[in-house]
């Protein structure tokens, strides 16, 4: 997911604002989100006209809870594969990884399909930043992606600075020449009595489930522009950085508790010559502030190595299906996906192997029980979610359904019924935000309504952004993303050098993958593809 600026969020980050404190209570709200008591419960909306096949329910649950692979895919993508950033050598060997095991379960046409050029790939080799004086202490840090490397090693006094945009260049300009910038305050660190993980109360998932505007971001634009300021704004101040001849940057993590948060400020791909930089662990950098507030005389050290590879490469999703059957609607698709890269500061486990497991995992039920769909049922491990577009999504639907900027779309745009996106950490699935599409609901209740015991029954009529389903709904095709229990994810792994295994939940991950394989049968098996909202209106004419 994106990493949009956290608010405490109550029930999703993918929301807007307005409607995280509609979730919070039940008070209707000015803005967006507005509660109405009117909106009916999911069970009495559900569509009676829609199918429900007991028996391969019955088939899928004990496939995916008796004879999961959910959590060892997990693992295999996360702690066994590593770091995934976005054209690594990480992300090429675990796709590859990922496109064997899914040929080896039977899929269909398991391969890594080019999404476009991708230009710049890096590799982290090693790095060390320490304080020498007044006294010893090895830093918790990581350098930024796609930093270059240091010129050897950089030992110097720190000078404390807080550049937040342009107003503020004028007060440094010619003092920073060859040392070492630290950009930021201290912060005090948030949440401190808030449980790390827990479940969606009845409570929060009934006010969603009464939401009746879905709120912003209304289109694709309002999602990825904001995006994009916060990218240009942070590109002008490491410009300014590197024209002053900074000999390196630090700045705090956005957690405390020693976890290092490795994306917001990482450097976009095309940043040789930027200062080489490192986000440190808020405890430390504090430290070192109050050192230096108290004119304690501060010695750092650092190196860097790192490399930029393949100037102009192209980029690959994981893509694999179980082929439709049906002479009228065979070619027709519906999706699963979750993006497959991950920052570079852990393994990425709850971000995203966890929902690319997910989806692989329903995948292989499905496989296994040798269903026959009536439409083709796909899925993606996307590439370069992470980064400025979500590079391997937005560069997937252009190349098979249209191009949201002009609105052009291409014959395959009629072909397609959903697509469903797993992206928010190991929490199990408590249902999906119907970006708009109302029609959508009976026909999902209605899918759902035999997993209600496993608490996965809610649908909030809500837009979500933030993540890859946005490219599919900026062309006007049904796209949901799901709404899941918030297990560590903000506090502790999302972004952060603690996304490793350990804070994967088996059981979740299976209810989540048995839930997943459900709805993609059911929604390949329908007369009709799923109702879709109205075409957006074209952007720009090209982007
Ligand atoms: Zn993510």
Redesign the pocket.
């Known amino acids: ?2 990493g949009r600026p956290a608010v405490a969020s109550v029930a999703s980050p993918f929301l807007g604002v307005s409607l995280l404190l509609c979730a919070s209570g039940f008070a209707a709200c000015a803005t967006g989100g507005a509660a109405a008591g009117s909106a009916a419960s999911p069970a009495a909306s559900a569509s009676s006209a829609e199918r429900i096949d007991a028996a391969m329910n019955a088939r899928i649950r004990a496939e995916g809870m008796e004879r999961s692979r959910v959590l060892e895919t997990a693992i295999m993508i996360s702690d066994i594969h590593g770091p995934r950033l976005a054209g690594s050598s990480g992300f090429m060997t675990a796709a590859n990884w990922a496109r064997t095991q899914l040929a080896e379960w039977g899929l269909a046409s398991s391969r890594l399909e080019p999404w476009g050029r991708r230009g710049k790939a890096w590799e982290l080799e090693r790095f060390s930043v320490e304080m020498l004086a007044p006294y010893y202490l090895r830093m918790n840090a990581i350098p930024k992606a796609w930093s270059p490397g240091t010129a050897g090693i950089v030992t110097g006094t720190p000078v404390l600075v807080t550049i937040r945009g342009d107003s503020d260049f004028v007060r440094y300009r010619g003092k920073l020449r060859g040392r070492i910038v630290m950009n930021g305050g201290t912060a005090v660190p948030r949440n401190r009595f808030d449980a790390p993980a827990r479940r969606l109360t009845d409570r929060e998932l009934d006010s969603l489930t009464r939401i009746t505007d879905p709120g912003e971001p209304r289109t694709y634009w309002e999602d990825a522009d904001g995006f994009l300021e916060a990218l240009a704004r942070r590109k002008r101040i490491d410009d300014f950085l590197r024209d002053e001849g900074a000999a390196a940057l630090l700045e705090p993590s956005r957690n405390a508790n020693a976890i290092l948060t490795a994306s917001h400020v990482s450097y976009s791909t095309d940043r040789t010559g930027a200062v080489p930089a490192f986000m440190v662990a808020r405890e430390h950098y504090d430290a070192i502030l109050r050192l230096v507030e108290r004119q304690r005389a501060v010695r750092l050290e650092l190196s860097l190595t790192s490399r930029f590879t393949q100037t102009d490469s192209l980029g690959y999703n994981v893509v694999a299906e179980i082929p439709g059957t049906d002479s009228r609607v065979g070619q027709e698709v519906v999706m699963v996906g ?2 497959f890269d ?1 920052w570079q500061a852990a393994a ?1 486990a709850t ?2 192997a966890a ?1 690319s497991a997910v989806a692989m995992e329903a995948m292989r039920i499905l496989k296994t029980l040798g269903v026959n769909p009536r439409r083709t049922i796909r899925m993606a491990l996307w590439d370069g ?2 980064q400025e577009d979500y590079f391997g999504s937005m560069g997937y639907v252009k190349r098979h359904y249209g191009d949201p900027g002009p609105m052009r779309l291409l014959p395959d745009h009629a072909k397609f019924s959903a697509y469903f996106n797993v ?2 950490g190991t929490g199990r699935i408590r249902g999906f935000y119907l970006q708009g599409n109302a029609a959508a609901r009976p026909i999902l209740a209605a899918f759902l309504e035999p997993f209600r015991d496993l608490g996965a029954s809610t649908l909030s009529i809500s837009n979500a952004g933030s ?1 890859d389903h946005m490219p599919f709904a900026s062309v006007g095709l049904p796209a949901f993303n799901s709404i899941q229990d918030p297990i560590d994810y903000d506090p502790k792994t ?2 952060t050098s603690l996304d490793f295994a350990d804070y994967l939940l088996e059981d979740d991950l299976k209810q989540s993958a048995v839930v997943m394989a459900s709805l993609l049968y059911h929604i390949a098996m329908r007369d009709e593809r799923m109702p879709r909202t109205p075409l957006p209106a074209p952007k720009r004419a090209n982007r």
């Open positions: 997911m994106h979750g993006h991950t990425g971000d995203n929902g979610e992470e992206d928010h993540t999302h972004h």
